[in-house]
């Protein structure tokens, strides 16, 4: 039977990002486990994926339209959007002068008052380009609000931020006077 790679990935978000635990696995500080690890836990999951391979993972990462996962050294790690305590460890560093963070209307209003917050996440999550912020707050809402950060002043300002994958940024929580609602 065709694995469908849609789950797939799901499941893997669960393991790598929210439920670790769950799948009997211990994350490292910057989020890695073993792929053998995590095949074998995967396996356990459905019928279908009994006889899962590390190749199978690899075009969950091909094929995705988002860079998620990384394996490197037959280790495995999601690039971001971690929701478990413990926090992953990543190099703060200097970031564009500009990115971009998407969001709904509903949660708008909230954001001017108390700023950027990572809500369940671990990290407030920003993007490098406007379409890709506007991506996000589709997941949300049919009316994207994008917000334009002023990322670097708030660097210079002493918040940290962090590299995700190509596209998306991690940061600490960031307040309203680097935030510009256009
Ligand atoms: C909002 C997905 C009220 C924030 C995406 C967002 C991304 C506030 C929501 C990645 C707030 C959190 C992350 C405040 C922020 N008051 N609401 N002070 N501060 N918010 O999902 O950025 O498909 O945790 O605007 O594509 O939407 O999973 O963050 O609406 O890259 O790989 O609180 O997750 O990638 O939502 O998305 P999220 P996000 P994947």
């Known amino acids: 039977m065709a694995i469908d790679l849609k789950s797939l990935s799901k499941t893997m978000a669960y393991a790598l990002r929210h439920q670790p635990v769950q799948f ?3 994350l490292d500080e910057e989020g890695w486990v073993e792929v053998s690890t995590l095949l074998e836990a995967l396996r356990k999951q459905r019928s279908a994926w009994r006889l899962l391979q590390t190749t199978d993972l690899e075009r969950v990462i091909a094929e995705s339209d988002k860079k998620r996962y ?16 413990q926090k992953m460890q990543h190099e703060p560093v200097e970031p564009p002068v500009i990115l971009y963070h998407g969001t709904t209307p509903e949660a708008a ?7 950027l917050k990572p809500m369940q996440r671990q990290y407030v999550h920003l993007a490098t380009d406007i379409e890709t912020a506007r991506q996000v707050a589709l997941r949300r809402t049919h009316k994207p ?5 002023e990322a670097q002043q708030a660097y210079r300002q002493g918040i940290a931020f962090y590299s995700g994958n190509d596209d ?15």
Do not use: K
């Open 24 to 26: 009997g696995l211990t």
């Open 109 to 115: 209003p909230s954001i001017r008052r108390q700023g």
């Open 168 to 182: 998306i940024w991690l940061a600490e929580p960031i307040s309203v006077d680097f935030l510009h609602f256009d």
């Open 70 to 85: 990384e394996i490197r050294e037959g280790r495995i790690r999601a690039y971001y959007g971690h929701s478990i305590e």
């Open 145 to 149: 609000v994008i917000i334009r950060v």
